[in-house]
């Protein structure tokens, strides 16, 4: 009998016989590499739900559980560095399923003549971060590459929470009527990289917005807020995340660009380079789903906590005559107020020449 | 944030609206040149507060989308070198050649290197000795200048390791050979207050006059597009035909002197080859005799393409304003931004990436939401 022959690739490898820095910007291509290739070869119900994280549930015990890799150059950024990055990023995206981040695990990819002061310096940062989002770093794993095969340190963190009550936090729960709530300016953390990278020579004070938002996650909770749906906002900033909750839930989001914060130095930083603050990255911003009738309370408990100081309400889930969209739609009214569709990014944002 | 804030005004641009609304009597077709005012419009939706027969049709002001093929090739052979690190600005990477684009030559081991400003790319060769550094120096009048200073300044520094791989494109033989085509539809212009602030508007007015049609010079905000409009209709609307500025925070009529120096010290006008514009008489910059060891072309001997661009592609009718992105078969099915087969999808400044990226997904509700608001 022959074995089963290696399903072909699904990628068409005629468009890309190599991986391009655009697999992982968090765009179009980016799911195209998800949907042709690791969705498929993995296939089952959890994965499917593609959340943040997966929730996984023993006897009775609902768990969230999720990992994330972490390559960032600079390793040191204002505002924070890998390590910082590596815990804050699990940690949120165990919060945005609304659990409550417990352990992680840390697996550092170290590249040979790394100096044993910036490890040093990267792992005091991480606990540090931990201790602050309340998570324990329980396992982990050390290895080391040859001089050249690594950009000096990865680090990939995993994350295992708790849940502590039974609202399903999740796309699917999002209402027509809905508010939908930004927890803060948008754009620091893209535009604090890209000044300190070499080459760009603009000098500016803005400082990453790294940090771990699962307090004000659990600061909901605890109000008794009814969460219909949370979304980090990381790769592909606001515009990303709000066209992935809309295709997922199949509604319409309509939000007002006037009523979005940019902090004047990203704005500015932004305008110069020709990127949509709309799609740069963010580390400590999320967008939060409740009915219209809770907003006020929540973004008073939002604006309560210092991460939340700048939080807002942006928009709204459309309530449609006809009730169908195939794919779901994201629209925005512009500053001089004409709605327009807002698009996942295709490939890298690409500086304009002039 | 001063300077953007005031002129992204939704009231200020309503009041525009309804005084456009007044001016314009008749159907009239006014390009804007710039894509930098090309994506405004699309960004912000400026069209949409124009009223029905008053039609903006998009010109060839995108410099990645006008640089031919050939040049593009050029680039990819020289990127394939192990001595040679190219240098580009970010939106012509993505641009395809005839087989493949900057970005894939990378992937694959090519030394492509994406930089803010020539004088990066002069860094890099200063960095470099035992590299060739190659720049791409695409655009308009706009970037002229820092290229001819990054020529400038290394001949001073005697450095033979940066050369340019020049594909310098100029606005006025652009807007002359679309005002000459027998079917020319275009009844007034809003010129590129960018390349106006670098170069003045003195030699638009032989063209507002030769052939009758308002110029108007203008800047990129969506209330500087809108006053350009405005300042057009007005022209048209009396039967006059000069160059006026809307652009006056940024613009003279003599425009940067100490930047024109500078130009003509480096640059001499060329006959220029036009994605899907073809060759144009005069219209671009090539590097003067006393600074032709900089040429790339000529550095590295490079050969002479014979190409075309992909059959289906209508890049050359989108940028001379004769159709919109959405009236192409291949639009948004065959060609898309990750698989462009023409270099206005790829631009952020291109008119299909600006229509793909804003005006794609408009289905019937969106359209309707965007009438009624």
């Given at each position: 009998m022959v074995p089963d022959a290696v399903p072909a690739c699904p990628l068409p490898l005629a468009d890309y016989p190599q991986v391009l820095m655009a697999h992982g910007g968090?765009?179009?291509?980016?799911?195209?590499?998800?949907?042709?290739?690791?969705?498929?070869?993995?296939?089952?119900?959890?994965?499917?739900?593609r959340h943040d994280s997966a929730v996984v549930e023993y006897a009775g015990l609902r768990l969230a559980f999720t990992t994330d890799a972490y390559v960032v150059q600079p390793l040191f950024f204002p505002g924070g560095d890998i390590g910082t990055l590596a815990i804050n990023g699990t940690v949120n995206d165990l919060a945005m399923s609304g659990a409550r981040p417990v352990h992680l695990s840390a697996a550092f990819i170290l590249e040979e003549g790394l100096p044993m002061d910036t490890l040093w310096r990267v792992v005091q940062s991480m606990r540090q971060a931990a201790d602050a989002a309340g998570v324990q770093l329980v396992t982990g794993d050390t290895k080391v590459v040859e001089r050249g095969k690594g950009d000096g340190l990865f680090i990939t963190t995993t994350g295992l929470g708790v849940f502590e009550h039974r609202l399903v936090i999740a796309p699917a729960s999002v209402q027509p009527g809905d508010a939908v709530l930004l927890s803060g300016d948008i754009g620091r953390h893209g535009m604090a990289i890209m000044a300190v990278r070499e080459g760009l020579g603009f000098e500016s004070t803005i400082e990453s917005d790294c940090a771990a938002v699962s307090p004000l996650v659990l600061a909901l909770l605890n109000a008794?807020?009814?969460?219909?749906?949370?979304?980090?906002?990381?790769?592909?900033?606001?515009?990303?995340?709000l066209v992935e909750i809309a295709a997922a839930a199949r509604v319409h989001i309509a939000i007002d660009a006037n009523a979005i914060p940019v902090c004047a130095e990203v704005r500015g930083a932004c305008e110069?380079?020709?990127?949509?603050?709309?799609y740069v990255a963010n580390e400590g911003r999320f967008v939060s789903f409740v009915s219209a009738t809770?907003?006020?309370?929540?973004?008073?408990?939002?604006?309560?906590?210092?991460?939340?100081?700048?939080?807002?309400?942006?928009?709204?889930?459309v309530a449609l005559q006809d009730g169908h969209i195939p794919s779901g739609l994201v629209t925005m009214r512009s500053q001089i107020g004409v709605s327009r569709v807002v698009d996942m990014l295709s490939g890298e944002q690409l500086p304009r020449i002039c | 944030m001063k300077f953007v804030d005031e002129y992204r005004n939704a009231?200020?641009?309503?009041?525009?609206?309804?005084?456009?609304?007044?001016?314009?009597?008749?159907?009239?077709?006014?390009?804007?040149?710039?894509?930098?005012?090309?994506?405004?419009?699309?960004?912000?939706?400026?069209?949409?507060?124009?009223?029905?027969?008053?039609?903006?049709?998009?010109?060839?002001?995108?410099?990645?989308?006008?640089?031919?093929?050939?040049?593009?090739?050029?680039?990819?052979?020289?990127?394939?070198?192990?001595?040679?690190?190219?240098?580009?600005?970010?939106?012509?990477?993505?641009?395809?050649?005839?087989?493949?684009?900057?970005?894939?030559?990378?992937?694959?081991?090519?030394?492509?290197?994406?930089?803010?400003?020539?004088?990066?790319a002069?860094?890099?060769?200063?960095?470099?000795?035992?590299?060739?550094?190659?720049?791409?120096?695409?655009?308009?009048?706009?970037?002229?200048?820092?290229?001819?200073?990054?020529?400038?300044q290394a001949q001073r520094e005697g450095l033979t390791n940066f050369s340019l791989l020049v594909a310098h494109v100029l606005v006025p033989p652009a807007m002359e050979a679309l005002l000459a085509a027998p079917d020319n539809r275009v009844q007034g212009f809003l010129a590129a207050g960018h390349v106006c602030a670098v170069m003045g508007y003195t030699a638009y007015e032989p063209l507002a006059q030769r052939y009758q049609v308002p110029i108007v010079v203008t800047g990129f905000e969506p209330l500087d597009i809108l006053q350009g409009v405005a300042m057009c209709l007005r022209q048209l609307e009396a039967?006059?035909?000069?160059?006026?500025?809307?652009?006056?925070?940024?613009?003279?009529?003599?425009?940067?002197?100490?930047?024109?120096?500078?130009?003509?010290?480096?640059?001499?006008?060329?006959?220029?080859?036009?994605?899907?514009?073809?060759?144009?008489?005069?219209?671009?910059?090539?590097l003067r005799p006393a600074y032709a060891a900089f040429d790339a072309e000529r550095r590295f001997g490079l050969a002479q393409y014979a190409t075309e661009t992909a059959s289906e592609c209508i890049s050359g009718l989108v940028l001379q304003g004769r159709k919109r992105p959405y009236e192409c078969p291949a639009f948004g099915m065959r060609c898309t931004p990750e698989r462009p087969l023409g270099a206005p999808m790829v631009s952020s400044e291109g008119a299909c990436a600006a229509y793909y990226r804003y005006r794609r997904l408009q289905s019937p509700v969106a359209a309707a939401l965007s009438e009624g608001g």
């Open positions: 968090g765009g179009h291509l980016m799911h195209q590499l998800l949907e042709r290739l690791f969705l498929p070869a993995f296939r089952n119900p959890l994965l499917e739900t008794d807020i009814e969460i219909h749906c949370l979304r980090d906002l990381t790769r592909g900033g606001l515009a990303s995340a110069l380079l020709g990127l949509e603050p709309l809770e907003a006020e309370r929540a973004l008073a408990i939002l604006r309560a906590h210092p991460l939340g100081a700048g939080a807002c309400h942006i928009g709204s889930v | 009231r200020a641009a309503e009041r525009y609206a309804r005084v456009i609304a007044r001016i314009a009597t008749q159907p009239w077709t006014i390009m804007e040149v710039c894509g930098g005012q090309t994506h405004a419009i699309v960004q912000f939706g400026v069209d949409a507060l124009l009223p029905h027969h008053v039609t903006l049709v998009h010109g060839p002001g995108c410099p990645v989308c006008v640089t031919p093929v050939e040049l593009i090739d050029k680039a990819l052979e020289l990127a394939t070198r192990p001595e040679v690190i190219v240098c580009s600005f970010g939106d012509m990477l993505r641009v395809p050649g005839t087989t493949t684009d900057l970005l894939m030559v990378k992937a694959r081991g090519g030394n492509v290197r994406m930089v803010y400003s020539p004088l990066d002069l860094a890099l060769a200063r960095q470099h000795s035992d590299k060739q550094v190659v720049f791409f120096a695409v655009g308009f009048e706009t970037t002229a200048p820092a290229n001819a200073m990054a020529v400038y039967g006059r035909a000069a160059v006026e500025n809307q652009y006056t925070r940024a613009v003279r009529r003599q425009g940067n002197q100490a930047a024109q120096h500078l130009l003509e010290e480096v640059f001499q006008t060329v006959p220029r080859r036009w994605r899907g514009m073809g060759d144009i008489p005069s219209s671009g910059f090539g």
